[in-house]
């Protein structure tokens, strides 16, 4: 597990090096983020297993919310060296997926992690939508209804992932 986050974040801190040189437009990297969510899709399978039941330790979510914390603390107090831009660019990988892919990996295996990779990836495209409304909208919208419409329009993008996924509990 230990190899396949620093190879994990390797890869994500080159692939960011080399985006960074390209300088695309909004919308050119908005075209960028649908192909490499899509190719990703593509490549991660959506296996789920018939039936699976998780049991977590009472450790977990305190060392999960530890884990987060120290990841924003890292960036935050880094990011007077780092700048806005590669702040914002360090922060969802780390502070999101890192946490969520290294404590499923260890507890339920590499299956279990590849679902949530894929989770993770099916949710990208919401989070390109808030994205996109937010950087074409706050230079004419007042931030109060530009989030909003972005929180809005990232959830009707986002609802038809979870068709057949969404497991309630047993009463």
């Not at 899709?41 to 979510?61: A, C, E, G, M, T």
């Not at 305190?62 to 660019?89: D, K």
């Not at 502070?95 to 969520?100: D, G, K, R, T, V």
């Not at 989030?147 to 986002?158: D, W």
Request: aromatic share 12%.
């Amino acid at each position: 597990m230990p190899a396949c986050l620093l190879s994990g974040f390797g890869v994500f801190l080159l692939v960011l090096y080399f985006l960074q040189s390209l300088a695309l437009s909004l919308w050119k990297a908005w075209i960028f983020g649908v192909l490499a969510i899509s190719i990703g899709l593509i490549v991660v399978p959506n296996k789920l297993p018939v039936k699976f039941q998780i049991r977590y330790s009472r450790w977990d979510l305190p060392a999960r919310i530890l884990c987060v914390i120290a990841m924003v603390f890292l960036i935050t107090l880094s990011a007077s060296v780092l700048g806005p831009q590669w702040s914002g660019l360090l922060s969802p990988i780390p502070i999101i997926a890192w946490p969520l892919c290294a404590f499923v990996h260890g507890q339920q295996g590499s299956e279990a992690a590849r679902l949530v990779l894929r989770g993770i990836l099916e949710g990208g495209f919401g989070v390109l939508i808030f994205y996109t409304v937010i950087a074409g909208g706050l230079s004419f919208i007042h931030p109060v209804p530009a989030y909003g419409i972005a929180i809005f329009a990232s959830l009707l993008v986002s609802l038809p992932w979870l068709k057949g996924k969404v497991v309630l509990p047993a009463e």
